[in-house]
């Protein structure tokens, strides 16, 4: 595997993810924010955080299995959430968890970051996933 994910001694803790990752490889995977919508542009999810999450974690796993890839390979995670307020943290891990035995998402996560918008594609997308992989 050509990820290495970990948390150099003096860094906080607890967090659900890990600080760093190191990767080796020769292909790089970058996918797009992806939301809660099928391959015809449908709603998957109920309007609340958790649910859209879990979906979009969903298509980030299409995505990253359509180039070879799993979320073993990912070296970072982006999470874009409109309306961001740390009330909403619950919600937000409450969708990762659902979803991380399905997916095989690592525990610690991968280095991420949670990032506030005011909106993102359209009015009722709650959260949007970018990823980025690397591959041997």
């Known amino acids: 595997m ?3 994910t970990f948390t150099p001694e003096g860094m906080f803790q607890p967090v659900p993810y890990h600080h760093v990752s190191v990767a080796t490889g020769s292909r790089y995977v970058n996918i797009a924010g992806q939301i809660a919508r099928d391959e015809n542009a449908n709603r998957l999810a109920p309007g609340d955080l958790a649910g859209q ?3 979009a974690l969903r298509n980030t796993a299409k995505g990253l299995a359509g180039a070879g890839a799993s ?3 990912v070296v970072r995670l982006r999470f874009y959430v409109t309306g961001w ?3 909403m943290y ?3 891990m409450r969708g990762i968890e659902s979803v991380v035995e399905e997916l095989a998402i690592p525990q610690p996560l991968p280095p ?3 990032i506030g918008v005011d909106y993102l594609f359209e009015p ?3 959260v ?3 990823a980025e992989a690397v591959l041997e």
Do not use: K, R
């Open 90 to 92: 619950a919600d937000f």
């Open 124 to 126: 009722d997308v709650l």
């Open 2 to 4: 050509p990820v290495h």
């Open 128 to 130: 949007e996933v970018e």
């Open 53 to 55: 999450l879990a979906h």
């Open 71 to 73: 979320f073993a390979d």
């Open 85 to 87: 307020e740390p009330a």
């Open 112 to 114: 991420l970051s949670c």
